[in-house]
């Protein structure tokens, strides 16, 4: 059974820092780009970060960001314990949002969502 389980999300003054995690199952973690993104307040959902899995056809830990969070978030996994992490500092009030941690493999067309976490940030 495919599980992406999303912790760490809170409330946190702006300036602050929060550090998500999701931990994955049921699937070949390594091989899958995992995504962090995110849906305001009346928005669409969004991309924030993306590292990338391994396979034939690609190299792993290739990262990218959205524009506005680059520089103050920073996305990592570990292999070995299918966890991604997204590191948030310099938080806003506009990074307020739920946050949902994404799972695909592009070769074989899977790809999976986590339910997702809530941050707020406000003073």
């Known amino acids: 059974q495919v599980q992406l389980v999303e912790s760490g999300g809170g409330s946190v003054q702006p300036g602050g820092s929060l550090r998500l995690s999701c931990v994955a199952s049921?699937?070949?973690?390594?091989?899958?780009?995992m995504s962090w993104y995110r849906q305001g307040p009346g928005k669409e959902r969004e991309l924030v970060a993306r590292?990338?899995?391994?396979?034939?056809?690609?190299?792993?830990?290739?990262?990218n960001y959205a524009g506005d969070v680059k520089g103050r978030f920073t996305i990592s996994r570990d292999n070995a314990k299918n966890t991604v992490y997204l590191q948030m500092n310099s938080l806003k009030p506009e990074d307020t949002a739920v946050y949902y941690c994404?799972?695909?493999?592009?070769?074989?067309?899977?790809?999976?969502w986590g339910k997702g976490a809530l941050v707020t940030v406000s003073s």
């Open positions: 590292v990338t899995g391994t396979d034939l056809t690609k190299t792993g830990n290739a990262k």
């Open positions: 049921g699937f070949a973690f390594r091989n899958y780009d």
């Open positions: 994404h799972a695909q493999w592009v070769r074989i067309g899977k790809d999976y």
